[in-house]
């Protein structure tokens, strides 16, 4: 049996992750229960989302002395040259509403509505310090107001390609099977199963920055 703790406060994540993580041999643990206090956070100082992420991981790992997986996600917004990118959790002061509102007044008479969602899994490995990462990515449309109440974040504005309903209002399993953040975790879970052989080769891993 695998032991990862997840190196995030964000409950949404967390269990997205659990849900999406689930192997017969990999126990996934919150940071609270591998030791690491509550308010324990990490300031976001990377440029991208590989530096961020790896920023994380590392710091959980050193007091948990475990693997960890970390996520760094963002929305990147075509008519916005990718913003809010990497800055997407702390785009504008305020809660996730008040960022949703923010961005539709940013594209007010705009027509390009097109944006993608980005997660990269930084997995750390503190006994030989390395890291893994691993990227999911999910195109889609901004609408032109918020609409469902499930998932967080820009969620009730995200409209994925193929979909005329937001994530918020597909609600959860439905995300979990197409997110971004799905199709990083399953990069990991190849990943996982592989390593538990005792094989590293062809797995799906990362390691350029963007
Ligand atoms: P971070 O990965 O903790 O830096 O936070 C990324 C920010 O991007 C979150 O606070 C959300 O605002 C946004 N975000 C990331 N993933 C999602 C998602 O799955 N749905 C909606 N918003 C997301």
């Known amino acids: 049996m695998t032991e990862l703790v997840l190196a995030t406060n964000n409950a949404n994540k967390l269990r997205e ?15 609270r229960e591998a030791g690491v206090p509550a308010n324990f956070d ?13 920023l994380k991981a590392k710091a959980f790992a050193a007091i948990a002395h475990a693997p960890v997986v970390a996520d760094d996600s963002g929305l990147m917004v ?24 923010h961005l539709l007044e940013k594209l007010k008479d705009q027509s ?24 999911g990515r999910v195109s889609g449309k901004i609408g032109a107001e ?14 994925p390609d193929g979909y005329t309903q937001t994530f918020a209002e597909l609600g959860e399993e439905v995300k979990n ?8 975790v ?4 190849v990943f996982l199963e592989a390593w538990q052989e005792g094989s590293d080769a062809d797995v799906s891993t990362i390691s350029r920055s963007y």
């Open 78 to 101: 075509h008519a916005l040259n990718g913003e809010p990118g990497v800055h997407s959790k702390r785009w504008i002061p305020g809660s996730d509403h008040e960022r949703n509102m």
């Open 186 to 189: 399953q990069k990991l879970k």
């Open 112 to 135: 390009d509505r097109e944006a993608e969602f980005i997660t990269v899994l930084a997995l750390y490995l503190p006994d030989t310090d390395t890291a893994h990462f691993f990227e």
């Open 146 to 159: 918020e609409r469902g109440n499930a998932g967080f974040g820009y969620d009730p504005l995200f409209i």
């Open 17 to 31: 992750i659990q849900a999406q993580l689930a192997l017969p041999s990999v126990r996934v643990l919150s940071p």
């Open 177 to 184: 099977t197409l997110s971004h953040r799905a199709r990083a």
């Open 42 to 54: 990490v300031e976001e100082t990377g440029e991208t989302f590989t530096e961020n992420a790896l």
